[in-house]
């Protein structure tokens, strides 16, 4: 990733400078607990980490299937037939399990069978398109979570504007726990403007507590575990 | 009191009405459980509400120094830090925003602090449409509504008001199909994310170590606000903030578990600052509003525990008192015991009368994930409420504590109660003097018995027993 030219600084705000000033605090001193909290993990390395993945991403209302690196393509192929979908957006980044050539080699087989692929991240594929196919940039066992950062190959819309999201997630890419996930997260980590953790399609039970998906996001989100 | 009607007059008013009961009812049961199952799933539920507690109680204890970091942090990254010391200034910041730039479209993501701050309203004055985008929030605001539960704001409502306000207002075809509803919904607001250019949302946590908002959606409201529009204003109130990553992965494994029972909500979204110069999609600008709005106040006072709420609602649906009258009675932004918390604290003389909005049962307590002690600040509470009732009233409870201390005048009051107070033949008080009425408006009162169990105790009682 090239690095970002420098912003200018925006002035700290003079009226929050003089009310963090006169701030005043009446509760309790409190400790703040040792980190990491390693004892509160629901889920550690010794558990099955693909088999607790593909059962709480299914609870979370993922369908999960595994596949290898070498037949992940048909599974998708196979998707998108069950769907009906004619057009595909393919975001490769070399980061996660959709490479560049990988999703090269996959658009040339499924023009083969009538189905067209697109990269741009335009407002109007991603308004337009019918399915997405992406990699992740991290999973978490514990919840059956995606993470997705935005980024100048990613972008932040790609995995929520289609109806239709398929991810690849690599087994090495997958940390047991939530407090795994965030616990290196401290100063100075190289985080993007935007991230997202996914955990299943959009959903709502607003109305009588009836679960519907699909409200602006996904409503059908595939998981493609591929192994080795 | 607050209001023509009386908290007392709302309640019996919300209660008799028996269709929006049996909704909220069965929407709040079906939380509990749900909450109640996914927790207790957990090997370490207990613990984490315990290190939860200590993480809220320590943030509060060190707010100054937490909230500045975050705001430096956030700044560093090319976000625009504003403070609003109240909701008029928060209006006012996010108005100009939209006039300087000719913002005329803005999509929301649910937010209560922008509820709370009447944020809407000031939009529609100043000439910026204003859509809702949580699908509940949605038909409230169809509905010229107010949401009634922070979490599932139609609570209130069934699917026929629903498809009303969804047939009356866009002109669809009327179905009673929550999945068409939302198919409906979907298409409406899609063609609103085409063309916003402001969203706003609130925030759930601020990290102050990295400089993060955090958003938890389940629709993706949140997302869609985060990358459509040109510009994105975040509204957030000084207690969101946590300390480091780890502290808010803590938070996180409860929050959603809590409010309804998911380990996490679909979409939890970060944002620290605004689209990258190659980024394909996202603001051009980040505005982050800090919002003080009383909190100060209250963490300078004698209640400060009260800020460490996160908004999961686990205390609404627990509360016995909020399933059977439902939000609206509460007359306020928050319902429910937090409610009753908040509202007289952020705005001191008013919603006094929220403290005796509760049986003191508990179950709020025990749900709450930071472990507020909301029963115990309710009583506390519940000295400012007294301290403005009537003379007559207040003398009666001195008296009253005092006959508590003191067993001469406690045996005295007994007899001269019997002997002074109108009762039926059952010997039932059912229509009390002077500030008594107050008590037997709602139930009545036993007249003390001719001999006291001391009496009975002494004469004979224990050679029964």
Known sequence: MKPEPQRPQPAFPPELAAFLQNLRTAAAETPLPELPPGALREVTAADDLAAVFAERARAAGCQVQVATAADWPVCVRALLAGHQIESLLLVPDDTTALSVVAADQLALTLAAVGVQTTRGQSDETLFEVGAALTGVHGAIAETGSLVWNASPLTARGATLMPPVHIALVRVDQLVPDTLDFFTPLRQGACLPAAWHIISGPSKTADIEGILITGVHGPGTLHIILVQG | ?????????????????????????????????????????????????????????????????????????????GAQVHFASDAAAATRIICDLARERGLQLAVKGKSMTSEEVRLNDALEAAGVRTVETD??????????????????????????????????????????????????????????????DLGITGVNFAVAETGTLCLLTNEGNGRMTTTRPRVHVALLGIEKVVPRMADLAVLLKLIARSSTGQPLGSYTTFVQGPRGPHDPDGPEELHVVILDNGRSRILAGPHPEVLACIRCGACLNACPVYRNIGGHAYKSVYPGPIGSLLMPLLEPGAHTELSRASSLCGACELACPVKIPIPELLVRLRRDYHARQPLAKRLGFRLWGLAMQWAGLYRLGQKLLRRGLPHDDADWITHGPGPLADWTQCRDLPRPAARSFRQQWEEGLRDEA
């Open chain 2, 1 to 77: 009191m607050s209001g023509p009607a009386s908290f007392r007059q709302r309640t019996t008013t919300a209660a008799a009405d028996t269709r929006v009961i049996q909704a909220v009812k069965r929407a709040a049961w079906r939380k509990v459980d749900a909450r109640a199952q996914s927790l207790g799933r957990m090997r370490h539920a207990e613990a984490l509400r315990e290190q939860a507690a200590e993480i809220r109680r320590h943030t509060l204890a060190h707010l100054p120094e937490y909230l500045e970091r975050f705001a430096r942090n956030i700044a560093a990254r």
């Open chain 2, 135 to 196: 699908l509940g929030e949605f038909i409230v605001q169809l509905d010229h509504d107010r949401p009634s539960h922070i979490i599932t704001p139609i609570i209130h409502k069934d699917r026929q008001q629903v498809a009303r306000a969804l047939a009356r207002e866009l002109g669809c075809e009327y179905t009673e199909d929550p999945a068409e509803m939302t198919r409906i919904a979907r298409r409406h607001l899609r063609e609103i994310f085409r063309r916003c």
